[in-house]
């Protein structure tokens, strides 16, 4: 079955560091791949989506790259700060309708 | 600004009670979902809907039954509810894939946060 895997762990680093997520899937290839932050007591919100013949998407301080090959996605935030503490999850499309398959999500705290 | 609304933040209901979750949307959306999230599983699919009266099961349906008689509306059926049902449910919408300028992402409501006792 189709399986989704982030860093179950919490990623804590310092402001003004790039912080790095790690997005794996098995079992399918994807189309496109979107990614989300959820904070806590809300609703996910969308940030990004990269294509299958995209290598590398941006968006502000805010970068991903999509290797089919490997079948990962990584999610840069670079000069992070505070105000990014949230957890971002991967979620890659599924068969049609825009249905997607969202990992379990993984928590970002940057410490001032 | 695209806006989804959920009847009630929180709802706390008993064993065996039959509970209505709604969700509202105004972008005239198409597809429309029902997840709910617990720790650590992240968010599960429940049902979907790609247009009205059109519903698909998604991963967890059993226990579940959806309703959208109307494009901007879209409710989740607990028939009999139960304790392991108690969660956090969150709708969302968007429009399909292949609609122009769109980048199918989905907008999600604020959640509500069911406990069955």
């Known amino acids: 079955s189709q399986k989704i895997e982030q860093n179950s762990e919490a990623l804590n680093i310092q402001e003004g560091k790039t912080a790095t997520l790690t997005c794996n899937y098995t079992n399918y290839s994807p189309a496109y791949l979107q990614w989300y932050r959820q904070d806590p007591g809300r609703g996910p919100v969308f940030l990004l989506l990269?294509?299958?013949?995209?290598k590398e998407k941006r968006k502000e301080r805010l970068k991903v790259t999509f290797d089919t090959t490997l079948k990962q996605s990584l999610f840069h935030i670079t000069a992070s700060q505070p105000a990014d503490s949230a957890t971002y999850l991967c979620?890659?499309?599924?068969?049609?309708?825009?249905?997607?398959?969202f990992g379990a999500g993984t928590r970002l705290a940057v410490h001032p | 600004d695209v806006k989804v609304t959920q009847s009630s933040r929180y709802l706390v209901k008993r064993t065996g009670e039959k509970v209505f979750l709604e969700c509202v949307q105004d972008m005239d959306h198409e597809n429309m979902f029902w997840y709910r999230q617990d720790p650590g599983l992240g968010l599960r699919l429940i049902y979907f809907s790609y247009d009205v009266k059109m519903k698909e099961k998604g991963d967890i349906p059993e226990g579940y039954s959806v309703s959208r008689e109307k494009k901007e509306r879209f409710s989740l059926i607990l028939e009999s509810a139960s304790t392991n049902q108690t969660s956090m449910y969150l709708c969302?919408?968007?429009?399909?894939?292949?609609?122009?300028?769109?980048?199918?992402?989905?907008?999600f409501g604020p959640g509500t946060r069911l406990t069955v006792t």
């Open positions: 990269i294509r299958e013949n995209e």
């Open positions: 979620a890659p499309i599924s068969g049609g309708y825009n249905k997607l398959i």
């Open positions: 969302a919408s968007s429009f399909p894939p292949r609609t122009s300028g769109s980048s199918y992402e989905q907008y």
